[in-house]
């Protein structure tokens, strides 16, 4: 297995601009999550979905942010218009569910380093 | 309002001796809790877990130990080994894992040749 793909791996863009980050999680996971590290608060959920329906979007910094999840291999977190701030690693991690498999733990991508100028 | 926290945020130890890292949570409906190390450019990696069930869980060289009634965890890795050296963080959930994850900040282990 590939394991969890996002793109792009760096991003550097201008404040004011649309960003894309985009996500692939393994085949047969049913859950996805979106994290964001900065220093000060380590990593912090944004957002997750099961089965393609996002169920707590409680970790979204503000209305600029926004994810959707059209089909199960296929996500993407959008943020418009884009701040410094902004500026942090963006991961995408999935997992399936507990019950079936007994596992736990979830499986990062890579990441995606983003910097707003 | 930080549920998890690790306090220290850097850690050196020399090779071969114990690294214990520790974790402190406030939220008592945590009942699961994950260890995950993290190298630089890579996304974080599942290392062990352990559930409220149990006080200590072993795996190689590395043990967490549970401390419920302190809302305290600690990870030992012993002995201690230079690929070792990366960023440690851990995470709790409710519902035995099938809630969300909540993370700390993490502690940066530096294993000294």
């Known amino acids: 297995d590939a394991g969890v793909i996002q793109s792009p791996r760096h991003e550097v863009t201008e404040m004011g601009q649309e960003v894309t980050l985009r996500c692939k999680p393994i085949?047969?996971?049913?859950?996805l999550f979106w994290y964001r590290q900065t220093m000060m608060r380590g990593l912090e959920l944004l957002i997750y979905f099961n089965n393609n329906v996002p169920i707590d979007d409680s970790g979204m910094p503000e209305d600029r942010f926004s994810a959707k999840m059209p089909n199960a291999s296929f996500s993407t977190l959008k943020i418009q218009p884009s701040e410094p701030r902004d500026s942090a690693v963006y991961f995408c991690a999935s997992r399936p569910q507990v019950g079936t498999s007994g596992k736990v733990e979830q499986f990062f991508g890579p990441g995606t380093r983003l910097t707003v100028l | 309002d930080q549920q998890v926290k690790q306090n220290s945020p850097s850690l050196s130890v020399q090779e071969g001796r114990i690294s214990i890292l520790n974790c402190d949570y406030t939220?008592?409906?945590?009942?699961?809790f994950l260890w995950y190390k993290k190298y630089p450019a890579e996304g974080p990696t599942f290392l062990i877990s352990?559930?409220?069930?149990?006080d200590k869980n072993e795996d190689g060289r590395f043990t967490v130990f549970l401390n419920k009634s302190a809302k305290h965890l600690s990870l030992h890795i012993v002995p201690s080994q230079p690929g070792d050296s990366a960023v440690y963080f851990c995470?709790?959930?409710?519902?035995?894992?099938?809630?969300?994850?909540?993370f700390g900040t993490g502690t940066r282990l530096t294993i000294i040749p």
């Open positions: 939220n008592s409906m945590f009942d699961y």
């Open positions: 352990i559930s409220s069930i149990k």
């Open positions: 995470a709790a959930s409710a519902n035995f894992g099938n809630e969300k994850l909540t």
């Open positions: 085949s047969g996971h049913d859950y």
